[in-house]
């Protein structure tokens, strides 16, 4: 009886130990199984967001690059800019109506492309530059200024393009200034912050 005791004995022993030791397999492989789902869910959630980061910087770029085509457009016509409130052109018809689409494009350009550069620095830059031009052409600020008007509008369009490189490029914006006055009392030039030489125009100085 005693032997058969211990038998029964060893028995349940081998059997509890088995149990045991696969209650414990269970519960490790269960727990790596669970550390291995967890940290896939954080590596694909890191990579949800470098892609989401990515997409808002293309899309960013690719606005910021229409958006500098129609600053050119406005750039091309802005000796015009102050004839459009003119009744009588000091240029040519022609160019006061050239330079009137240019203005019209980049106010089309605040409420389309622009809305796909999430920088608020920027938007503002560009919303400034839109008023900027319609102070001078729809509203004649500063008039009888005529050249101050153009330099003014002009050196902020640079700051403005430099603004929208920095965009494409990802890189860090021109140092913030105050726009210009256009009706100022004194004949001091506003100049933009010191940019990049390739925004130097050899062919009228700016």
């Not at 009744?87 to 494009?105: F, G, H, V």
């Not at 860090?172 to 130097?200: C, F, I, K, T, Y």
């Amino acid at each position: 009886m005693s032997g058969l005791a211990d038998l029964a004995g060893e028995t349940v022993s081998a059997v509890l130990g088995t149990l045991v030791g696969g209650a414990i397999t269970v519960f490790v492989t269960r727990w790596q199984l669970t550390k291995t789902i967890v940290a896939q869910a954080e590596l694909a959630s890191t990579q949800q967001a470098v892609d989401t980061r990515l997409a808002r910087a293309e899309r960013a770029g690719a606005a910021a690059q229409l958006l500098l085509e129609r600053l050119a457009d406005l750039y091309n016509w802005l000796p015009s800019l102050p004839d459009v409130f003119e009744q009588e052109p000091t240029l040519s018809e022609d160019a006061r109506k050239q330079c009137s689409l240019a203005m019209e494009s980049l106010r089309r350009g605040m409420h389309t492309e622009l809305l796909g550069i999430g920088d608020i620095e920027v938007r503002e830059r560009y919303r400034t530059l839109v008023r900027l031009a319609y102070d001078v052409g729809r509203r004649g600020v500063g008039r009888g200024h005529r050249q101050r008007q153009i330099r003014d509008v002009r050196g902020y369009l640079r700051y403005v393009q430099a603004s929208l490189e920095s965009v494409i490029d990802a890189g860090p914006l021109p140092g913030q200034v105050e726009p210009p006055v256009l009706d100022r009392a004194e004949d001091e030039e506003w100049l933009p912050p010191a940019l990049a030489r390739h925004w130097v125009d050899p062919a009228d100085g700016s």
